[in-house]
């Protein structure tokens, strides 16, 4: 395959991942890394690493894209500062345990693992499963592990811990417009602590392509940041047209869809 081909692919995924991210309200890695799958399938890259490479590249990419996302949340002052800082100690130490377990684990297994999270989230959506909200915030030591927990799940498969942060912070009494503005935040260190770790994992492993540094490939990342962030906007102005109970049940099944594949590949 012909580096320009590979670039067009990188583009079109980038594309379609922001267009998806935009349209049903998630981004990250849930999108990210089955897209990016499918791309180094295409480049024959060795399927030991294939998993790895696309949640360290994931992770990547999330620093970029959800840094205005989070820099709007702290304009409006919607972050919570206080718990983000009692969340931040586990995110980093969870963010390294994750990238660690993962290096650990083939490249199967983690694919299994990765469908087995993708189907609990798609039947969350179906079925509306969320925690009631709350109004007793915890002690920062709870904090604390609440946020390795948080860090490590979102770094050993590659997303930015939303789907996790913000049914935490809505028990703890945190509004809507707080817990997804901090939920924003929370994904910066995740992605900037979670892609180092996967370049220090995968440093020097004999089978990673050419342009890889560690477990990031960086024609995929810059790819994706350059088409991804524009076709979001498009996506957000599909989602005010198209009716929203459809727009979660058809996300929900491709989940599913995408779950499975992992799971009987």
Known sequence: MTIAMTLAIYLGLGAVAGTMAGVFGVGGGIIIVPVLVFAFELQNIAPEIIMHLAIGTSLATILVT????????????????????????????????????????????????????????????????????????????????????????????GIGGGAMTVPLLSRCGASMTQAVGTAAAVGLPIALVGALAFIVVGWGNPLLPAWATGFVMWPAFFSIVVTSVPFARLGVKLAHVLPAHALRLSFALLLAVVGVRFLLS
């Open 66 to 157: 959800g840094s205005s996302s989070t820099l709007g949340h702290f304009r409006r002052g919607s972050i919570h500062r206080a718990w983000l800082k009692a969340l931040l100690p586990g995110l980093v130490l969870g963010s390294v345990a994750g990238a660690f377990v993962a290096d650990n684990l083939s490249g199967s297994s983690l694919g299994t693992m990765f469908g087995i999270f993708v189907l609990l989230i798609s039947t969350k959506m179906v079925f509306g499963l969320t925690p009631k909200p709350g109004s007793a915030a915890p002690s920062n030591w709870v904090m604390a592990l609440a946020g390795g927990a948080i860090g490590t799940v979102s770094a050993l498969f």
